[in-house]
């Protein structure tokens, strides 16, 4: 039996609606899909815009799209270094178990690697067992020290209006 020919490519503006679909199933994986209220438009902007905040890579499985993962540049003070951030992951259901998350991570280690930057890093939920297996499995490290802090919505807007 013939193994699937899983290709990666970097997204393009044509890729939206599919970036959107698959943003749509994560957020419906993690039981999130309520707070899933990007729009077309700002995906295209912000990832083809002017100045892109993000980068997306999509992975194909005998030419479906089976996954992607979207990332973007942060800094490390400590180190010196940028590193790469990875914000999303996600498989679609059908083309779990064929290394498709897997080859998205070498990937994403091969550009943290190629581009000189100190270290590669995301977050995941903390009852999602089966993706913390899989990145265990990968050498990665839980920062079970480090607390996620977010400020959005109209707390942001608060915080933006108070004066020191």
Known sequence: MNEPAITLRPATRADVPLILDLIRGLAEYEKLAHEAVATAAQLEQHLFGPRPAAEVVIAEVDGQPAGFALFFVNFSTFMGLPGLYLEDLFVRPEFRGAS????????LAQLTVERGYGRFEWSVLDWNEPAIRFYRSLGAVG??????????GEALRALAASAP
Request: glycine fraction near 6%; hydrophobic fraction near 45%.
């Open 143 to 152: 920062m079970d020290e480090w607390t996620v802090q977010r400020v959005s």
């Open 100 to 107: 498709v998350g897997k080859r998205l991570m070498v990937h």
